[in-house]
């Protein structure tokens, strides 16, 4: 389920009102991006099972996401070095691991986001209040996508929502994420996991 749920997707939302409305354009979005550099913050996961997790996210581009499960599933999801590692709390092996290209995550953790790309984008509106952008590899469609949700002045990331390659998928609400701050790269590094959590 783990596996599904981190592969298949994610959706973040911080809870904030725009000072005014704005539909943003790609250009704007992809700027705001890769202005990213680092960020962290916690989550309530809603899985396609309908389940719930929290955790803590730590976001820092490029390539690297980690996600930290609070009990009962006490489970680490982290990508860094081009691979994802999924390690299950309630399993004695070590951890699987996959193609960070593989998983539409990847588009926003790239080093260059750029939505204007051909084929890229395949839907963008706007309700007055936020702008929303599907993503998806336009050279491996079949990866899935991620559907990114903005607010305005200043522009700010609310939600994402992966959709996997047999369309199921997974929420995660964010709260209190904060960017700029300074993570440190162990804690994207897969083999020291693997270390510490067979300690």
């Not at 899935?144 to 369309?167: C, H, K, Y």
């Amino acid at each position: 389920m783990l596996r599904r749920t981190f592969l298949g997707g994610a959706a973040a939302i911080a809870v904030a009102t725009p000072s005014a409305a704005q539909e943003l354009s790609l250009s704007e979005i992809s700027a705001y991006l890769n202005r990213l550099q680092t960020a962290q913050g916690g989550f309530t996961q809603i899985n396609s099972d309908g389940t719930l997790s929290t955790g803590q996210i730590y976001i820092k581009r490029p390539g690297r996401i980690r996600f930290e499960y609070n009990l009962p599933d006490n489970s680490l999801v982290m990508a860094g070095g081009g691979s994802v590692a999924i390690f299950d709390g309630r399993s004695n092996t070590g951890p699987d691991r996959y193609l960070l290209s593989q998983t539409p995550l990847k588009i926003i953790l790239e080093q260059n986001v750029d939505l204007n790309r051909a084929r890229m984008v395949t839907n963008r509106t706007s309700d007055g209040t936020t702008t929303t952008v599907t993503a998806q590899d336009p050279d491996n469609p079949q990866y899935g996508n991620i559907q990114l949700v903005f607010t305005a002045n200043p522009v700010e990331l609310r939600q994402w929502i992966i959709t996997d390659d047999i369309g199921a998928q997974t929420t995660v609400i964010l709260n209190d994420l904060v960017s700029g701050v300074g993570i440190n790269d162990r804690k994207f590094s897969i083999l020291s996991e693997i270390e510490n959590w067979n300690k």
